[in-house]
């Protein structure tokens, strides 16, 4: 019943008769003409076309809901104009654990993306506190224990860049669902290796697969949190999540090799990854977008980065001028030169131009490649320079991080809170100078340098890259569209496993002292110089272009 006269529904065109309260009846956003009390209405105006959708009754009436309004009642004599729901209130149902608009729940897909990032990421700093285990068992010389860290970090850069546009073309949760199955599988065959051949091409599959599981595993928190302050936060913890994992991964790593031996840091992830496939079951279905696989510019970018790996791990061990070392050098630079070439020619380039043109987003890829020479450096270097020149257990060695993984954790809890006061760019900025600056403070250490002194040096690593790396994955995040999500997330990935992957095969050419498997000193510190210069041009150029209204 209306208030002045005959319902819409009585006299077939919407906006003809006299006014009445509730929705319109053509299922229409409210109205002017309908709701003249509601907020958002526009003033003045009625809606001037039908719905395909049959009219209002009041039936449907009694339940409705719609975006950005409580539920309206049906039609009653003066009624009172309903206020609407406060900006966010749907979401903020969602972000407490309740369902997302696809019918999923949002918490437990960020606990399995969680899981899965952090899975991925322990992964490759463990296997570094076992790399003298390793050794050992397998009767591997340096450059075979570079590889075993190196073939899961090429893998995971290089693939990351089409594992991006996978996971938008398969969907996130078939993608994600995909990787873990594979890494799982992958984490079987390392554990079962039975000499270093073995455990590097199952090293490679572990890497292929991680690269699945990174830009799927962000792109699901993307689906699920529709209100960008919730996302924004849910992101925030899985980059906790992951900063945390990547400190505790050595802890854990040199528990594990003392106490059940190098196997069983991989033997660990079959019944993670059986959790996490379970909660995918109870995960919404993910959208997909066509999305054509650059197969070209994958195939060039893998023998790029395989071939200066191969230059730099073998340059340091057979000479710079062997035939192994020339030969990497070369099908680095064949395909560093193919892959602009190829894209600039493919429909569907796996690298957008447009995409990069953007400052947030080659800023980001910037940046990220930095953190990562820095943070996965150190790894590498402390677990050698404790197990080999100071002769300490891995149990001992890994407990050397447990400190570490305190400050990272804090930090990134504080990280999101001081973006969202200061802006993202102070942030990013402080970080990296943080994290330069740590890689100064350990150019003092020998082997007769007090434990305490080392941990006192070590705590500008934990603090720089935690404080950053929240803010520069949600930066880029917000400078894409939503369709491009995996796109964005799989190139930040790609630069930041890149950057850790060349780095050791950097690092562990200047540990080798004249062709012999001693760790040298003066090697280190020529490393830790040049991480550090870099990371302070990095830091110089996002404080340049980054914009100064970055915040959360």
Known sequence: MSRDGPSPRSQGVH?????????????????????????????GRACSEPSSRPPFSLEESSVSVTAGHDRVPSPAPDPLPTPPSPPGAADAVTAGGGRDATGGRP???????????????????????ALPAIRDSLHAGMSGLQWVVDAYTLMFAALMLSAGALADRAGARRAYGWGVSLFTLASLGCALAPDIGTLVAARVLQGGAAAIVMPASLALIRQAYQDARHRARAIALWTVGGSVAMAAGPVLGGALTQAAGWRSVFLLNLPLGAVILLLLTRVARSPRRPAPLDLPGQITAVVALAGLALGVIEGGHEGWTSAVALGGFAAAAAGGLAFPWVERRHPAPMVPSAMLRRREVSVSLAVGFAMNAGFYGVVFLLGLYCQELRGMSGLTTGLMFVPLSALITTTNLVSPRLAERVGRRPVIVTGQVILAVAMFALLPLTADTPLWLVLLLLAPTGIGGALAVPALTALLMDSVPGERVGTASGLLNALRQTGGALVVAFFGSLLAASGDEAFSLPGMRVGLVAVGVLLCVTSVVAGALLPRGSRS
């Open 15 to 43: 906006g003809t008769g006299p006014r009445t309260w509730g929705r319109c009846p053509f299922r229409r956003a409210v109205c002017a003409k309908c709701c003249p009390g509601r907020s958002g209405s526009r003033s």
């Open 107 to 129: 918490g437990v897909a960020l606990i399995a993306a969680l899981l899965g990032f952090t899975v991925i990421t322990v992964d490759v700093s463990a296997v570094n506190l």
